[in-house]
């Protein structure tokens, strides 16, 4: 598609300022970078002194692929060589191939090996052994010596460890973990106690964390930015070799990033930024939408740069655009210039839905009710003709995904799941973790009650839970006990138990199988192990039973994940994969399940994984979840511009002045403008059609009462108030929606639900 004049004129604007492009969503950003790129190229800068840096691979890939066929089109004249490595990378490839390119120069290893998200979990866990074994630390410190946060528990630990990590991720350093002098008088004598079991803690932590790195010549994310930085430091010809340097999803960026964007570019003259602060999902990660507000952050008095606004939305059906319009209409986000369709009304691009509304509102008794609705609505669409694969349920969190997965089992739908932290989770991977504990146990089967207790419950023998439970301070002891019994002389089953024969043959099978398990202990790389013991125990044969075919999946997934341990760990073997294994099903890091590639099925993402790419259908399902995450400041915690903050809960309660108070402010507003933002992204990945679900609430009068309230409160000129931050993103839109005139595009639908 030819670029419009918005477009045009930001793909050749001047090159001799910065330029900064607030490009709404389905603008074209995409192209338009890309013929950015194009028009400096034909300009005489050759693509090798060009910098161009996304936040995922999908995304660089896409623009490397634009950019080549634009190229590769329009200008014979480039030598062939030109095309083969331009440098359009992510923040972390960028500094990946910056270090092997320069790294031996600046003293920093030229092939530095990546840290795994395992070996880092393994690190920080050693340290807290040492610190348990050797608990005193510099200066006669004793971090278990403390009873403001008990160390039995692991609150110190915890505590600490979030604040090392938002250190890490932020770019930060010990030397942050000062009060910020708006509150130190606060901080260090209210909380004196606090900071002093604390901050030596983090400090140790961090210390040792990166003397490991540093050993080690190993690097973590987070420390291979600053590598890169350091680098750039000490070899400016590193940075100098790049004329210009474009950023795509420029609000996005954290001040790491931000600190090698302006070592790259000291005075940003040469510099192109593209986002979009409607868009800003990613505050966890540090990023903060305020940069691309005060990009090229320049002293007062020098020149601003050049800004233009892509506000053309190709990508969805006016009416879409109108609802995405309206959902920022209660908030700051307001002010950026509103989304204009550039698709005309009677545009229905599937001829499946031209009858159909475009836009409905749907208020249901519950999640169950949702995920009725969504089955019922895919089904019909696709007997119209809408594809499968041309539909998607999005979910700002896993929280009810298995209602939605059950309603799409049940009415036959494909689907596919991406996003989210379930394979952890997963009944296949936790039944293999029990199964690896009891077989590392050289006490076993008389060892770790819990994990017997799992597979006494467990497909492979199906027992009630009140068959193996006992109350007291050793119950799980006596149920592993119990079970020992029955393993050695099934005989001592109780009579009364249901199908007891059956079960009875399931125990003499497991025990001639935990024979040979043990046996074949340690002769089989981890991968092969798991596949016979899989095999062997009953558990492929339950996943192979799985009708939607995710458990196989998951035993695929997990058998590449034990390959990938023993190539890192040759000498541990399925013992230390077990180990691992174990901490992950405590731990629940964030690994989504494996789904199988598909054409012919519905897409199930969270908005976060779904950003940046379009449907023609989709569902906004479950839309109930709280979207006032902005309440109290985080007991503890560290932010870049605040430093290190202890708080306690309810202080902002009281009458008394709160020296915390602006930070509180300045969390809620960025946290209520990131929720929105998430709903925001979800509403504008439609095309088409879309779906807006909200269950458990009640109307009055076709109305949400709060909603109303809010909107009269500010239409006479009255401040926000607790209660307004609180109202629900949907109640407003809903309201929103209710004042607009009525057409047949929007369609209000309430079942039973107003009163």
Known sequence: MPLNARQQAAAQAPTDQPLKIIAGAGAGKTETLAARYVELVRQGTPPERILLLTFTEDAAAEMRTRVMLRLGAGDESLPPHALLHPWIATFHSFAMRLLREYGFEAGLPPAPRLLSDDDQGDLLQSIQAALEAEPTLANGYVPLDHTTYRWDTDEAWSKALRVFDALRRGGGSPAELEPHPQLQEQQLSVFAAHRAQLVPLIEHCFRCYTEHLHRRGVLDYDELLQAALQLLRAQPAAGQRFDVVMVDEFQDTNRPQLELLQELQPTLKRTTVVGDPRQAIYGWNSARAESIYQFPFHEQGEAPGLTHALTENYRSHPTIVKVANCALLPSELATLAALEPAREPEDRRLDALRDEPVVSLHLLPDVVAEAQLVATEIIRLHRLGV???????????????????????????????????????????????????????????????????????????????????????????????????????????????????????????????????????????????????????????????????????????????????????????????????KRHVQTQPRVALPTAPSGTAVEIATVHKAKGREWPVVFVYNSTLPTKRAGQVERVLWDEQWKLVISEEGAAKTKAADPLQQLRDDFRRRKRNEERSIWYVALTRAQERLYLLHSGCTLEKGEFADARDKFQRSASGKAMTREDEAVHFFHELWQHLGLEPQTGSIVRVQPEIDR
Do not use: C
């Open 387 to 581: 594809g499968y694969h041309q539909m998607a349920v999005l979910l700002r969190a896993r929280t009810q995904l298995k209602p939605l997965l059950d309603a799409l089992r049940a009415a036959e739908v494909p689907y596919t799941v991406k996003g989210g932290s379930g394979f952890y989770l997963h009944w296949g991977v936790r039944l293999t973790s029990s199964l690896l504990r009891l077989l590392a146990d050289p006490n076993a089967p008389h060892g770790d009650p819990a994990a017997w207790a799992h597979i006494l419950q467990s497909p492979l023998f199906g027992l009630p839970p009140t068959i193996i439970s006992a109350r007291g301070a050793n119950a799980s002891s006596a149920a592993a006990n119990t079970f020992h019994t029955w393993l050695d002389d099934p005989e001592h089953l109780p009579l009364s138990l249901a199908d007891r024969s059956e079960v009875m043959t399931r125990l003499a099978r497991f025990r001639s199988f935990f024979e040979v398990a043990r046996a074949r202990w340690g002769l089989l790389q981890p991968g092969d192990y798991l596949q016979w013991l899989w095999q062997n125990s009953g558990i492929l044969g339950l996943a192979l039973a799985d009708p939607d075919g995710q458990t196989r999946l998951v035993l695929q997934q997990l058998q590449r994940d034990a390959d990938d341990y023993a190539a890192g760990h040759p000498l541990e073997g399925i013992a230390g994969f077990g180990t691992l294994l």
